[in-house]
């Protein structure tokens, strides 16, 4: 037993195994009955129509980066369309993830810290990422990679080579051309390099140091810029990508700190997120206070305000639970002090109390996740849609367009039918620029009209004004279909287009 434990390849079986089962309540699982979550949905509808020939932001607009989108088209193509092929994609994500947060840890603590940790770390992110296939998860390779290449720099190298610079600045761009408010682990960590280098008067490493990644987040942007070009599109991708974004980001950036706030009550109301954040206030008073006695002291520093940064990047947009994610790679460092902690200054069993405070601790995790795979695997999973199905095929032709105005595009992923509208989705964007308002209106008053409009429980977050603007229009061309779908607190209002 003590020569299967100690075997190199163990940690990686191990973590192979949480892995997958965490995976098992994605929607995309196989075999699973799931429903992918709302943003989820929006991300594979944009995926089709990519595939379909449509052009990103252009013809089909979100607000997300080119990489989303590239990655859901890979899951698409693997298994010709079917969502399985983007859970196979996003395992092989958590394996580059798990793998390079082990190595990381490996440079301060034990095999058996850092499986306890990691595995701590994924059960909280397999709690909070609603199935996966959001941006945060599609970051945590490139997050694991480049944090991997900081832990190297100061614990062992104190420099940088050129291939570590080259992934340094890839593993950057492709996290940035995911969404913007992802990056923050590279600019932290690198100010404190820049700051440990200007301490060491390294100033030629300082200058070769920024050619280099100068010129490799050039070329790294250069296939996006190319494709753009290509397509015509660098306008509209300027707009969706930038310009609305931080329309979008100046809308919400008066409440952060109030916001992060609540969000964090929010997302620690139950016992197991109060120890994970008592960990990391420990952490950082810990290292605050005895300071002097750290090894690794500008590494510490990196992580401790890294803390900060991702708390003031998780009050951005809409400040949902999953955006959580992000603390993955930098939650690894506080909880594997707690374990040492505990194993250093117990006398006796020391491991079987660290398997029991692990328990203790993971608990709640596990499950949630365990409830989550029951109900992904649950073949009431997809009713409601199988049921719009019928009266949408009743009512329209395959050729017919359909609109649905709020933010569930499930209603098209079960239909096979496609938006009338560029904006296939309207909620929240809608009131963050009134630009998309106008535009989205004119279009819905021309003709042809949509057959049908699908009307979701997004509606009752728009504003009275803009209620009364689409009412108008429903009133005038529309009459809505006497049937009722619904599931707990979620609903679907169906409008047919008048003879």
């Not at 990103?56 to 990655?71: A, N, Q």
Request: with cysteine; hydrophobic share 50%; charged share 15%.
């Amino acid at each position: 037993m003590k020569k299967i434990l100690s075997a190199s390849l163990t940690p990686y079986i191990l973590l192979f195994f949480i892995c997958f089962f965490i995976l098992l309540k994605s929607f995309a699982a196989p075999f699973s009955h799931g429903v992918p979550p709302v943003d989820s949905s929006v991300f594979i509808y944009t995926a089709k129509q990519m595939i379909a020939g449509k052009l990103l932001y252009k013809e089909v607009f979100d607000h997300k980066g080119f990489m989303l989108y590239f990655f859901n088209i890979i899951g698409l193509k693997i298994f010709n369309g079917k969502w399985i092929g983007i859970w196979i994609l996003q395992f092989f994500c958590y394996l580059v993830t798990t793998i390079f947060l082990y190595k990381t840890l490996r440079f301060f603590y034990n095999k058996g810290i850092s499986i306890l940790a990691i595995a701590t770390v994924l059960l909280y992110q397999g709690t909070i990422e609603v199935g996966g296939n959001i941006c945060e998860t599609w970051a945590l390779p490139f997050t694991s990679i480049a944090l991997f290449i900081f832990a190297r720099y100061f614990v062992e190298q104190k420099k940088f080579s050129i291939v570590q610079l080259f992934l340094l600045s890839a593993t950057f761009i492709l996290t940035l051309f995911l969404r913007f408010n992802l990056v923050s682990l590279w600019g932290t960590f690198g100010i404190v390099v820049i700051y440990d280098l200007v301490k060491s008067k390294r100033w030629k490493d300082i200058l070769l140091y920024t050619a280099y990644i100068s010129v490799f987040c050039l070329l790294s942007v250069i296939p996006f810029f190319i494709y753009a070009y290509l397509k015509g599109i660098i306008n509209d991708s300027f707009y969706g990508f930038f310009i609305f974004n931080l329309i979008y980001a100046s809308k919400i950036g008066a409440n952060s700190i109030f916001k992060i706030f609540l969000m964090s009550l929010s997302t620690m109301g139950n016992s197991a997120f109060i120890f994970l954040g008592i960990i990391i206030f420990t952490y950082i008073l810990y290292s605050i206070l005895y300071f002097k006695e750290l090894s690794h002291k500008n590494f510490t520093v990196a992580i401790i305000i890294s803390i900060f940064v991702i708390a003031f990047s998780c009050s951005m947009g809409q400040s949902d639970a999953h955006y959580f994610v992000q603390f993955v790679p930098i939650l690894i460092f506080p909880v594997a002090a707690c374990f040492s902690f505990l194993i250093k200054n117990l006398l006796k069993r020391k491991w079987i109390f660290a398997i029991f405070f692990f328990l203790i601790l993971n608990m709640y995790f596990i499950n949630k996740i365990l409830m989550g795979i029951r109900e992904n695997y649950s073949k009431e999973n997809g009713i409601l849609y199988t049921e719009l199905n019928a009266i949408v095929t009743q009512c329209t032709t395959n050729a017919d367009k359909i609109l649905e105005i709020g933010n569930d595009l499930n209603v098209f992923l079960y239909t096979d039918r496609e938006s009338s509208s560029r904006f296939p989705y309207v909620y929240p964007i809608i009131e963050k620029d009134k630009r998309i308002e106008e535009y989205y209106l004119t279009e819905l008053e021309k003709s042809p009209l949509p057959k049908l409009i699908v009307t979701d429980y997004y509606w009752k977050f728009f504003s009275d004004d803009l209620k009364n603007r689409l009412n108008k229009i429903l009133q005038e061309h529309y009459e809505k279909v006497d049937v009722k779908l619904e599931r707990g607190e979620f609903y679907l209002s169906i409008w047919k287009l008048k003879n």
